[in-house]
């Protein structure tokens, strides 16, 4: 056996036993979900805003989803593309979170626990050189979930009977995205690819009747859509550059993105229904009238644009801030409804350090991390603008001597009209999640 045959064998061990981890961790996240289920969500998904699901990498959900002027070796950042081109190791995530939503009626409280796999992705830094860099990653993440139910009761002509709409849905975003270095200057392009369904149904049910024939309206929603997200950042070192040593810096990014193609086809119909009052279960037994809707692929124009800045070295500590500006005026959701919708402010700040990077000590080497924002809210409900506001806290574990970390976070998020609107929405989402990292490509220096 030659010393470079030695050497290959290495390699191919190593990446294996990072994939054994990978293929751990999803099951183990796999079977902790399996038990919960997607019950009550926000009313405001009615509208298209329920709750809150960004797309975002395991270490930026304890950071309120800071992100745009952020460079980091070991941390995907699925906010700006040209990140990217910081990364040294493969790293790849995959997390869960469990959310436990509340929201307040007058006197009422309704609360619910939602769990679900937040993230999965992988990224690679295909070149690494001071001056030039080149990194990828892909993931797979959801959007958006969809789950509402309103009823009410209505007395006409002696008739007592309920009107009620029922709503459910989910939606996922694939992103594939590119970081290049020239140098001081990135550049990132992510290609973002969302699917999703969406079901709604309107009907009455009549009370006095064990059989009662009713009527309902039922309609479904299949869309997709293609998305450009442009990224730019520019780093200015503080002081002399020393090889080796922490080096503070400022990072200056901004982020444009850009709807190229969307596609809707909704199916409509008016059903005949039998509903049994004595076990609720509806069962449509004829279709009246049907009709199928498709849009067909349209542009949609910016979406957003956003600002970030960050200062330090994140091997030890680093402060960052983000702006966003996003364009709604012209959202039209597909149901029919009173709802107005409004460009949208958004912005956060936070910070994340590690008291001593290069110890041993396994204290010293976790990665503490803090982010707030405020949100304006695009929906306007019987013209009261809603607004959010959050706070995140987590810390990054190391995992043994590598680079790898167990990720926790715990963030909180409230929307409200103020004293102007009668219901209040809270989040409280517990994020878990770990981040393997690893140098599976490592050129030879040996003949």
């Not at 999803?26 to 805003?49: C, E, H, K, M």
């Not at 949100?375 to 574990?397: D, K």
Request: aromatic letters at 12%; a positive charge.
């Amino acid at each position: 056996m030659t010393f470079l045959h030695s050497i290959n064998i290495l390699l191919s061990s190593r990446v294996y036993t990072t994939l054994k981890r990978i293929i751990f961790s999803a099951i183990t996240l796999g079977i902790a979900l399996s038990s919960l289920s997607v019950n009550a969500q926000s009313p405001y998904s009615r509208f298209g805003f329920g709750g809150f699901l960004r797309p975002q990498s395991i270490g930026q959900s304890s950071t309120s989803s800071l992100g745009i002027g952020i460079r980091t070796t070991t941390m995907l950042n699925l906010n700006n593309p040209a990140a990217l081109s910081e990364l040294e190791w493969t790293t790849f995530e995959v997390g869960a979170r469990i959310d436990n939503y509340r929201i307040n009626l007058g006197d009422q409280t309704f609360s619910s626990p939602t769990g679900r796999v937040s993230n999965l992705a992988i990224a690679v830094p295909i070149r690494v050189n001071n001056q030039k860099r080149w990194g990828s990653s892909f993931s797979l993440s959801p959007s958006g979930v969809i789950q509402y139910a309103f009823n009410e009761e209505v007395d006409t002509s002696a008739i007592a009977h309920t009107k009620y709409e029922r709503g459910s849905g989910n939606s996922y975003v694939v992103n594939w995205s590119n970081g290049w270095l020239w140098n001081a200057t990135s550049i990132g392009l992510s290609c973002i690819y969302s699917f999703g369904t969406e079901s709604n149904f309107q009907g009455i049910v009549v009370d006095d009747s064990l059989n009662a024939r009713n009527s309902r309206k039922s309609s479904r929603l299949n869309y997709q859509s293609l998305q450009f997200n442009l990224g730019w950042q520019y780093t200015i070192p503080l002081g002399a550059i020393k090889p080796d040593r922490f080096q503070p810096k400022v990072t200056i990014g901004a982020n444009m993105a850009v709807t190229a193609q969307a596609k809707q086809n909704i199916i409509r119909q008016d059903e005949l229904t039998l509903t049994s009052v004595l076990t609720g279960q509806e069962v449509s037994i004829d279709t009246l009238s049907i009709e199928e809707v498709a849009t067909g692929s349209q542009p949609k124009g910016i979406d957003h644009f956003g600002l970030g800045l960050s200062v330090g070295d994140h091997r030890a500590w680093l402060i960052h801030a983000d702006y966003r500006y996003s364009f709604y005026n012209e959202y039209a959701h597909w149901l029919p409804g009173d709802e107005d919708y409004r460009n949208t402010h958004y912005a956060a700040l936070g910070f994340r350090g590690t008291p001593k990077f290069r110890s041993r000590n396994f204290f010293a080497r976790i990665e503490y991390r803090l982010g707030g924002h405020w949100e304006q809210s695009p929906l306007i409900v019987g013209g009261v603008p809603l607004n959010t506001f959050g706070m995140a806290f987590g810390v990054g574990l190391p995992m043994g001597k590598s680079m790898s970390r167990l990720n926790l976070s715990a963030a909180f998020e409230r929307r409200s009209g103020g004293t102007n609107l009668l219901s209040q929405e809270d989040w409280v989402s517990i994020v878990i999640g770990v981040n393997l990292n690893d140098k599976w490509f490592v050129k030879r220096k040996f003949n």
